[in-house]
């Protein structure tokens, strides 16, 4: 039996864009484009009928932006993870789509095997940051909160499997804890480095690294 393939929403309200990332996702085995929206109305209504496994979506839509377009989304369907793919790198643009959940934010101007890969990546439980756009959230974290001397050393260990995009429950069997305990801890770390999402969490925690 062959591997199920990673779905892709297409939001765009070019419909060239869509053509030609369509084109380019549609060649590579084990990734199908399952849709296409050029609004976020469009967008919400086949994320609620196709449940994908990626959305990649624009930042700025006719009837709406993308950082809200991405809360709505995590709303229809949790699971499903998002990839802004803008042409848009304000600092303000790219903390507001981190913050509302987004697990990757790609400028337009990306070469398409980065593409695919952030889209293998972002399925693959890893964030996917264009660089310019990780010192952007790096300098934002920073300034929220030092390194935190009060992680226990558990909450240490999942940061670290965070940063490898592990989900909770393969956390959980890799540190013989239960799912429940891992969502538990993983709320506290959140509270505790002062972040929104586990996005967030695995830049803090490379950064963190990095510093050492």
Sequence with gaps: MSKKNISVLL?????IVRCGIRSLIERNSGLEVCGE????????HQVSEWKP???????????????????????????TKVII???????????????????????KNIDSKSII???????????ALDASIISKVLDVVKGKHPVDDSLTPQERNILELISQGKTNKE?????????KTVRNNVSKILRKINVNNRTEAAIYWSRQKSLR
């Design 37 to 44: 929206a050029e609004n976020l109305q469009e967008a919400y």
């Design 171 to 179: 956390i959980g069997q890799e540190l013989f804890i239960s799912e």
């Design 11 to 15: 939001v765009d309200d070019h419909a």
């Design 117 to 127: 890969t952030a889209i293998r990546d972002v399925a693959a439980g890893k964030p």
């Design 53 to 79: 496994d990626i959305v990649l979506l624009d930042i700025k839509l006719p009837d709406g932006d993308g950082a809200a377009g991405c809360r709505e989304i995590k709303k229809i369907s949790p699971e």
């Design 85 to 107: 793919l803008t042409a848009f790198a304000e600092d303000a643009i790219v903390l507001e789509a981190v913050q509302a959940g987004a697990e990757g934010y790609l400028l």
